[in-house]
Nanobody, 115 residues
Framework: QAQLVESGGGLVQPGGSLRLSCAAS????????MGWYRQVPGKQRELVAI???????TYGDFVKGRFTISRENSANIVHLQMTSLKPEDTAVYYC?????????WGQGTQVTVSS
């Protein structure tokens, strides 16, 4: 059973920056993609950013150049650099990965954007 360990959530002021990280317990060779989704109460979970084993990336429409997903050379750790944060970015952010064709989710980390 693979595991995803998230870190980096917290409270930030509007316009600020935050970096989320997610580490998978499996080697990069078994990972098809890793990335982030987010969810607020009463709404569906939505895509934030995904990076594939090929290196290609997909972002949610709302990102509009504010967030950047990257991975370390080991490729089983991904980072989400978030800038120009807005109050509407407040949500629980979940790491998501497909490992050996099975979907896994992290436990979630709270991001709160507020003055």
């Amino acid at each position: 059973q693979a595991q995803l360990v998230e870190s980096g959530g917290g409270l930030v002021q509007p316009g600020g920056s935050l970096r989320l990280s997610c580490a998978a317990s499996e080697s990069s060779s078994s990972i098809n993609f890793m990335g982030w989704y987010r969810q607020v109460p009463g709404k569906q979970r939505e895509l934030v950013a995904i990076i594939y084993s090929t290196g290609s990336k997909t972002y949610g429409d709302f990102v509009k150049g504010r967030f950047t997903i990257s991975r370390e050379n080991s490729a089983n750790i991904v980072h989400l650099q978030m800038t120009s944060l807005k109050p509407e970015d407040t949500a629980v952010y979940y790491c998501h990965a497909q490992i050996r064709w099975i979907d896994y989710w992290g436990q979630g980390t709270q991001v709160t954007v507020s003055s």
